[in-house]
């Protein structure tokens, strides 16, 4: 069987100044995947993210995504992207936000009322499109953000932190959208320092000072050192003692 590639990284490595942010970072995911990058804060999560899709160049290696070399407008098209802090318009109804992105990505009229209440529907905001974002509650505003990343109908869906201040109820929902998704052909990427999370990846890239240290299963990573738990496994591939 051949298994195609999302996305493949090769020898990628960053530096801000004088800090080394990415370290020779080397990983393919799978097409069709929910694939996790488990790190702690500033362990380089979202820059390695914003280097996929072309808002951060890296100093060295090479990307692929959807078999196409970046950067590339093209593939970029194909991508949907949910940054870290929510870029919405506070002002706007949600309805407003929605169809200002939509039309961004060129999607128009019945289509574009389609879509919007497709991806409205996934996320459970559809009784709260009229609303102005300024009313919303944190997590509402995480879920708008991911509904407006669905909008184009992604091969790759890229969610950076996508469930911070969602309480346990809605962060399964949204579990269950991204299942949803891949079950439609969708590849996934989600960076999480939740452990909870990180057991419902597929494939798991552990990363910790811009190091790729381990990338399995789950189950492959907790087995193949005895770990209880992820966060041992987490402690274990980082090289830090834990209790047992
Ligand atoms: N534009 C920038 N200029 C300088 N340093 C940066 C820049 N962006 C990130 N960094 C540094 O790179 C390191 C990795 O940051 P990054 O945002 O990738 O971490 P992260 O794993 O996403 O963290 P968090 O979980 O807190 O979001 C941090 O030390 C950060 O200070
Ligand atoms: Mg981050």
Redesign the pocket.
Same mark, same amino acid.
């Given at each position: 069987m051949i298994i195609k590639s999302t996305v493949t990284i090769q020898a990628v490595s960053k530096s801000? %100044?004088k @800090?080394s942010?990415l370290r020779n970072i080397n990983l393919t995911i799978k097409k069709g995947e929910i694939f996790g990058l488990l %790190?702690? *804060? %500033? *362990? %380089?999560? $979202? $820059?390695?993210v914003k280097t996929l899709i072309g808002l951060d160049t890296p100093d060295n290696g090479s990307i692929t995504v959807l078999d196409n070399k970046m950067p590339n407008l093209k593939v970029m098209e194909r991508i949907g992207y949910m940054a @870290?802090a929510d870029a919405l318009y506070q002002e706007l109804t949600a309805m407003e936000n929605l169809d200002f992105f939509a039309t961004l990505y060129g999607i128009k009229g019945q289509k574009k009322k389609e879509q919007i209440e497709a991806s409205a529907s996934l996320v459970g905001l559809t009784n709260d499109l009229n609303k102005p974002v300024s009313k919303f509650s944190g997590g509402m505003k995480r879920r708008l953000s991911i509904c407006i990343a669905l909008l184009n109908e992604p091969d790759l869906l890229i969610l950076d932190?996508p469930t911070v201040g969602i309480d346990p109820v809605l962060r399964q929902n949204i579990w269950r959208t991204f299942e949803q998704l891949k079950e439609k052909g969708t590849s996934i990427i989600v $960076?999480t320092?939740v452990m909870d999370e990180a057991e419902k990846c597929d494939t798991l890239g552990m990363i910790r000072d811009g190091q790729l240290i381990a990338v399995d299963t789950p189950k492959n990573l907790k087995e193949a050192c005895h770990a209880s738990s992820m966060e041992e496994a987490f402690l274990y591939y980082g090289g830090m003692p834990y209790e047992n």
């Open positions: 801000f %100044g @800090q942010v %790190g702690p *804060s %500033g *362990s %380089g999560k $979202t $820059t390695l @870290q932190e $960076t320092h």
